[in-house]
């Protein structure tokens, strides 16, 4: 099938094959690698992406199904000008990631939740809740939250207990 | 740009520019998908790939024909040649030749499969998805066979793995047998049975392999902890000079320790990316991964614990039936790591721990994150507790009477470990204090005054590990070099896999020879630009590729000086190092920056191979939770590890990596477990969803503090860090749970505590509170108490394997 991704802000012109999912075509035909495979069921949360500024697993939607719908991936998180985005910064700071395999996922999470909705930063709860939706092996998860509420010009705190 | 990222990885893995395997984009790639046994054990009939050979985009598909005469496969491009059986893990002694002998885990299963997931065939295709089609294609008859998924099964003699042998692979001891009169003659004895669940590392990259050959040559990329390792196993299964490969290790997304081997699929890639003179590449899915990648812990346990009455420790027994898996290849001898830690942190005068190595039809064990020593704090530290309970004693009073005090460093163990230095009850005071002793023992105690309150619980664990490796791999090799431009180059041969080493080796380099981080540069993890190496696992760069690449900067400003004082015809005690400047008290005095002495003088380049020694790394953990005893569920309400690694030459990463070892270890005591269906055939058919690793949802409110005592077996004084958190938290929060149920029988909570366990230990506890009450009113905490006797024994060792219902979280 012939459809139009729009990645990033850029047109990608593609002729793909109806079952290819979302993450393949953005890895391999758009070679936008910054997405992770890290279950292929819609678990784990590697390959969120945002689709119409939302967050969604590209491992569950077929490629066919974005025709002509904006996305955002991790290739398009900092400002054009290269100026990170206040959670690439932030996640650096706080040391919110370490193989950094999962990191676009939490990324791309985040930023969907944080623009759509700034007030979740002033909601532990709401925001532990959001964040209980990746995996991640090497952090311990405290990091990640610290990171998201500085992104969010917070002051970094420890998640809800 | 303004922002400086924390650490030299970040910029790339926080904009999508990180480069893993996956990631690499090579013309012309194949991707190979294996056909793999859906039993876990059973008599291969026929395999028969033709079907696959007409699926579109398919290039072939083939079983391991060449070797038993099966029906041959499709083969469109190229004969497979005969694929060589996997090569044992001798390293490290994780496996031996005698085990192995007579029961060779073959590449592709030839007339028989022993673990559910046993690589039967293989597609390769243009595209992932037309070898996934391929692979469902090939039409493969098993005749299932009863399958053991338990040691217990396995050592019954009913199933026989391997025809006319033993399921009993290796057998160990450490330490020596203990007189029965010192058992008859304790005050007190302690037994218990505990198993250590199977657990499945999962870091977040599944493995992936890329091979891409040219001329005579073979490139690899492969998510790998040991890329020197690898290609020396490579050539050796294509019977290749190791020159011929170069093994590169990119951007890794974990490990645990689950990367360290060569599995079925890296050679079989590798001979059919020679054989058909084609890139292919095998990325590994998780639903794969969770079948068929190595596992760890696996251990069925009977401890004995003898103690006098003043609490002083006589005796520990250790008897360990571990479950290996299949085949004896990877981790056999794994459990030896538990024996010789049998000691633990105490003055223990005897103690005698041994190991049966167990055949099973599952996936085989390896070493994950703590590799063998969780498993032995676990078994201690839990007994501990119970020793204390019967006792009367605190806990922590009952450790500290015990602990092996720092002047009698190095310490010899019965167990043959020489200990280098430790203050261990440093460690203990910090936790205690760290988490308000006290006052949680108080609330504790006002609980338990309180039918309405929700049961609290304390739990220790105190612990000593090892880091470094074993002998005849705890060398390392580093390298320091000087350019012309003044940047200097480091190399090691360890291989990260999210633990920093750009950022802290770069800056160990750079503060050794005075410089500018900057101006520092590390290479590691490719064949092709570091001579030799060894690799990252047993918790030993820091340890030993640091003290490694110390060495070599310091060799490094020597070599300048002599340098600059043959250039200035100078003695070289004239001439002085500073921030990378050379200086020389002459007249008139002269001076040369590093970049211009290389650019008058020649290359500089110093490349070492460091020889190191164990290290013996400790802490103590505590945890408190809250049991919901209606529910069975266990809430963490405070988590303290107190990790000693000696000098931590980047502090920031290993809190980081207390922390996320940690909450690995909150999931072994938790949530990870493999069920198994009554073929033998685990159950996870929702993934992750099934195999609950911990989410933020799970995570307690942590602690994370350190003493420091530097070992003296390298001049850097660093020892291991990264895996105290499986260590340490597992027995801690377990002991705290018993203590929340005042359970007299550790046995009766195995790993990990779902609510369904929880509830029927919560239950079998107040039975016998209500039946002790019964018998003598008004004394039913005593009754209770000696209910089982002095020498009571616990049962139920089996029972988390089967009864997981794991119907809730705990919070």
Known sequence: ?161 | MSFAYTRREDERLLTGQGRFVADIDVPGCLSAVFVRSPVAHGRLRSVDCSPAASVPGVVGAWSAVHLTGLPACAQTAADLPDLPPIPPVLLASLSTREAVAGREWPTLATDRVRYPGEAIAVVVAEDRYQAEDGAAAVGVVIDPLPAAVTTAAALDGTVTLFEGMSNVAFEFEAGHPIDEEVWRSAAVVVEARYRQQVLLPSPMECRAFLAVPRGDALTVWCSHQMPHRLRRELAEVLGWPPGRIRVIVPDSGGAFGSKSAIFPEYVVTATLAVALGRPVRWIEDRMESLLAATRGRGQDQRVRLAAGADGRLLAYELAIDADVGAYPHLGAALPTQTARMATGPYLTPRVHATVRSVLTNTMMTYPYRGAGRPEAASALERTMDELARRLGLDPAELRRRNFIPPERFPYDTPTGRRYDSGNYAAALDLALETLGYERWRRERDRRRADPAALPLGIGLACYVERSGGEPGGLHEFGGVEACPDGTVVARCGSAAGGQSHETTFSSLVADTLGLDPARVRLIEGDTGEVPEGVGSFASRSAQIAGAALQRAARTLIDQARQRAAALWELPVHKVSWSRGTLRAESDPPAAADLGELVKETGPLRVDDRFEGAMAFPFGTHAAVVEVDVDLGTVRVLRLVAVDDCGVAINPVAVHGQALGSAVQGIGQALYEGVPFDDAGVPVLPNGLLDYLLPTIAEVPPVDIAATTTPTPVTPLGAKGAGESGCIGTPPAIVNAVADALRLADPGLLQMPLTPDVVWRAARASENARRAAAAREPGRAENAQRSGHGAHGTSGGADRSRHGADRTGRGR
């Not at chain 1, 953005?26 to 936008?32: G, K, S």
């Not at chain 1, 998180?77 to 676009?104: K, N, W």
């Not at chain 1, 791309?108 to 709401?126: K, Y």
């Open chain 1, 1 to 161: 099938m012939r459809i139009t991704l729009v990645v990033n802000g850029r047109d990608y012109l593609l002729d793909v094959e109806p079952r290819r999912v979302l993450a393949d075509v953005l890895r391999e035909d758009c070679h936008l690698t910054g997405t992770h495979l890290g279950c292929e069921l819609g678990v784990c949360g590697a390959c969120t992406v945002l689709l119409d500024g939302e967050a969604v697993r590209s491992c569950l939607l077929l490629a066919v199904q974005c025709d002509g719908r904006p996305i955002r991936t991790v290739e398009g998180l900092a400002s054009p000008d290269g100026r990170p985005h206040p959670l690439q910064e932030a996640f650096s700071a706080e040391h919110a990631l370490q193989c950094g395999f999962c990191t676009p996922g939490w990324l791309m999470l985040a930023a969907g939740a944080l623009e759509s909705d700034p007030a979740l930063a002033d909601d532990p709860e709401r925001l532990a809740a959001l964040l209980g939706s990746n995996l991640c092996r090497c952090t311990g998860y405290t990091p990640i939250y610290r990171a998201v509420l500085r992104a969010a010009g917070r002051p970094p705190a420890e998640p809800p207990a």
